[in-house]
């Protein structure tokens, strides 16, 4: 009895050995941590960890205070919220173990989609051994190895075959709710992969009826239509996350952006066939034989399925299956087609990049598996098995021959390495397949899928795990909120980085401390965030990156900026005291900083910015509130002095003398972020720092240090065609000018709760009108009410809340309600009622027939 039960369970030993020797090799080579050098290092952890906070803070609401400036909390729906059912198994652990448990959660959905694609194949009638292979293939595709980047888009993968197998229930007792609820929870988990996978089930469902029945094309579109329908009822169950997340999505520049190319060039064209053949190489390159580069566009993601893909697929016409044989054929076609014209590439993913290729990973496995239980059955000679060897190798040989013609090699030492183990592992491939050996295929299989996942962390070492660190921060943070539970926001300095850590990569994790450690911050680094801030964010981000946005002393009161935390040995930014050191971080506040905000009628148009510099914008904005009034006049003083232009684009220096009140220069680089900024006494240095910040940033020396000369650096990576200027600053009045008239006028009485800001202000009976401003960031959620009644929202300073208000004592309260979050959930109770409903219709004939 127990040698039949461990029979039944002996498909999990490839898997379980596979994930064993992984998890065994990091945790003694890294302590337990796979993460690369992108989004799984500078977003997944860091978004895991800010959660972790979140929920043990009980700081979880509709608008999320700690990303950028805020935003929509449905902005992260898709990374790390509540309904990503991994998240529950971080939260068990004590945040310090976060990287780790990161890399067992993707090894646990390893694990699941060998499960499911096995169980998919098995249910469809393919062999123990044919599902093993099948499930194998997914599960060390070029696909899902490159998405390990991209954790969260692996969250569903698993579910994709168990929709599969509910689509084999279905065809068998035509239940239609397990369908239902099954789509409806991928899209609730992570709408953007469940989306990738709606077009697919359609294909599919026409597959598996061909095979099944003799159903007329008629019968066959009411069978698409019915499926339709379904798939329309559960996406509308996942309404209350689905709507507020597409409200975000609709707005990226990625899904807005215009089609690039009606058709694919034949590079491309040759870069995904080619793939075919080969593991994925460098994590931006998805194929060594093509030198085009990226991640998710155009290719990034490879197209490998293990060697015996396309091995089998050569065998598919020879095959005797005729109705098998074909539709197999006509699904490649299909998306072949589909991958001919990136125009539609947008139905299948809303973008043009290639993340939808999981589906030829699929039917991949579908073909195999269908074509080694075809050869194992078969009685074919060795006369078959040497042909098809030749015809493989022969491709091969063409594909070599072209790359090597165009000198698109990626790396031909590594490929000559490539080519010795294709040629051992089909050989012996074919060899198990002559002799009708099982096993050995499995075997083969099994050390193959292996093999490329270790590839895969040889080529792209894993980020060293002393790296990684979701605690380092901890006491500094905890300490400020324990010391000060106001509402105000923290810069970070831009050198608060692991000793070891490159300053590329570390800039993108930097941005994420506010989200992974639950403060309000000034940064962020997410692919999707609310772009009605866009006007004002555009000064800092770079594509969807917004680094920390010290250097810029115009914007610390347009955003709130309270504290300022950096080492013991840096120097604080314009206008922040000392107030003390915690571990090895100093503290410092901002001397002009007012809470929430201010009553102002000092007011200027905002089309009036428009052509002006970023740094022109941001002194008008520190005198000005700037709102869509008529206003026009404005004055600034003349505390900025231009003292150079750059001719050298590398290097500039100029010889000053610091003053008694102190000096800050700002450099205007525009598109070169990379620069340092020196000052020197008798050409020694006496201070320097180093900034990551585009179009201008300032660093601020203290009256005493002295100097006698400024030196600024470019990095000569980012040189372009901008002329550089050079600004001073020794007189500061006007910054203590409008601090002191901004601060009569000030909300008080601030209290935030997560989705609720309550404030009181007394307007002066003398008053202009004008406009209550505040640091609050502008989204189509936010309401305000004052006094009790609501009152309209203005945008103010580019992206900010603001309110026109009378004279008067006030109470103002601003409440927040995810956009189109209750129309969701009235979708969602829709999609459940007609989920019942559509149950109810097929069981209420066998009902009435007991009745009578």
């Not at 692919?527 to 969807?544: A, I, K």
């Amino acid at each position: 009895m127990k040698n039949s039960q461990l029979k039944k369970l002996s498909y999990l030993i490839p898997i379980i050995s596979v994930i064993v020797f992984i998890y065994l090799y990091i945790h003694f080579t890294n302590d337990g941590v796979i993460s690369f050098y992108g989004d799984s290092y500078k977003q997944q952890i860091q978004f895991y960890a800010g959660m972790w906070e979140k929920v043990h803070n009980g700081t979880i609401g509709f608008w999320d205070w700690t990303m950028l400036f805020g935003t929509n909390s449905f902005a992260q729906t898709s990374y790390c919220q509540l309904n990503n059912p991994y998240l529950y198994l971080v939260l068990l652990f004590p945040k310090r173990l976060i990287p780790q448990i990161y890399t067992l959660t993707n090894l646990l959905k390893l694990f699941l989609t060998y499960l499911g694609a096995f169980w998919w194949l098995k249910g469809i009638g393919r062999s123990k051994p044919a599902s093993i292979a099948g499930a194998m293939i997914v599960s060390f595709s070029g696909w899902f190895l490159t998405m390990y980047e991209w954790g969260h888009l692996l969250d569903v993968f698993p579910l994709y075959f168990l929709t599969l197998i509910l689509v084999e229930r279905y065809f068998k007792d035509g239940k239609q709710y397990p369908v239902i609820l099954c789509i409806a929870l991928m899209t609730i988990i992570n709408f953007y992969s469940s989306y990738m996978f709606l077009p697919f089930i359609i294909v599919y469902v026409l597959y598996r009826d061909y095979n099944l029945h003799d159903h007329s094309v008629k019968i066959r579109l009411k069978l698409v239509g019915r499926f339709f329908i379904y798939i329309l009822i559960a996406v509308s169950i996942a309404g209350f996350v689905l709507l507020p997340s597409a409200y975000i999505v609709l707005k990226t520049p990625r899904v807005s952006a215009p089609y690039k190319n009606l058709i694919i060039s034949f590079s491309i064209l040759y870069r995904y066939i080619s793939s075919v053949f080969f593991p994925m190489a460098y994590r931006v390159v998805s194929n060594i034989l093509s030198a085009v580069n990226g991640v998710g566009s155009y290719g990034g993601v490879s197209l490998f399925s293990l060697f015996i893909t396309p091995l089998a697929l050569l065998a598919l016409p020879w095959t005797s299956n005729k109705k098998e044989k074909y539709s197999l054929i006509s699904f490649y076609a299909v998306f072949f087609l589909v991958m001919l014209f990136p125009i539609l590439y947008k139905l299948l993913q809303g973008t043009e990049e290639t993340r939808w290729f999981y589906m030829f990973s699929m039917i991949s496995a579908l073909a195999v598996s269908y074509v080694f239980d075809q050869l194992i059955l078969s009685s074919k000679s060795v006369r078959f098995y040497v042909r098809l060897c030749l015809a493989f190798f022969l491709i091969v040989i063409i594909f070599i021959i072209y790359a090597y013609y165009r000198d698109i090699i990626v790396d031909k030492n590594l490929l000559i390495k490539y080519i010795a183990t294709l040629v051992i592992f089909t050989i012996c491939y074919l060899i198990a397949f002559a002799k009708k050996n099982t096993v050995m295929i499995v075997l083969l299989i099994t050390m193959e899928g292996l093999a490329c996942f270790m590839l895969n962390l040889y080529l792209n070492p894993s980020i060293d795990a002393s790296l990684i660190d979701t605690i380092e921060y901890q006491g500094v943070f905890d300490h400020l909120k324990d010391e000060d539970s106001g509402f105000y926001r923290v810069q970070i300095s831009q050198q608060m980085r692991k000793e070891n850590a490159s300053f590329d990569n570390y800039n993108y994790v930097l941005a994420n401390l506010p989200y992974a450690y639950d403060i309000m911050g000034t940064s962020g680094y997410t692919s999707l965030f609310d772009f009605d801030q866009s006007d004002y964010l555009d000064r800092y981000q770079e594509s969807w990156t917004f680094y920390q946005t010290e250097g810029r002393l115009f914007n610390t009161n347009v955003e709130n900026v309270k504290y300022w935390i950096g080492y013991e040995n840096e120097l604080a930014p314009f206008g922040f005291t000392f107030v003390e050191n915690f571990d090895e971080y100093a503290i410092y506040q901002n001397d002009y900083f007012i809470e929430l905000g201010y009553f102002s009628n000092e007011i200027i148009n905002v089309d009036l910015l428009t052509g002006l510099s970023y740094l022109k914008q941001d002194q008008i904005l520190n005198s000005y509130v700037v709102a869509d009034e008529d206003s026009s006049a404005y004055t600034l003083s003349d505390d900025l002095i231009k003292i150079g232009d750059w001719v050298d684009p590398t290097y500039f220096e100029y010889n000053l003398s610091n003053d008694e009140n102190g000096t800050v220069i700002i450099v205007e680089n525009y598109t070169m972020p990379y620069l340092t900024i020196k000052f020197l006494l008798n050409n020694d240095i006496v201070y320097q720092k180093s900034f990551y910040q585009y179009d201008y940033v300032g660093v601020f020396c203290p009256s005493t240090i002295a100097f006698d000369k400024i030196v600024v650096v470019v990095d000569t990576r980012f040189i372009g065609d901008s002329k550089m200027n050079v600004y001073m600053m020794q007189n500061f009045q006007s910054f203590a000018e409008n601090y002191a008239e901004n601060k009569l006028n000030r909300l008080t009485n601030v209290v935030v709760d997560n989705d609720t800001v309550s404030a009181d202000i007394t307007v002066s009976d003398n008053s202009l009108d004008g406009y209550v401003v505040t640091s609050i960031a502008y989204d189509k959620g936010w309401k305000a009410y004052v006094d009790g009644k609501e009152t309209t929202i203005s945008v103010v300073n580019l992206g900010f809340i603001g309110l026109k208000i009378s004279s008067g004592t006030h109470h103002i309260v601003f409440q927040y309600v995810a956009p189109y979050f209750n129309e969701g959930v009235i979708l969602t109770i829709f999609g459940l009622a007609s989920t019942f409903v559509i149950e109810y219709r097929r069981f209420w004939p066998i009902i009435r027939r007991k009745k009578k």
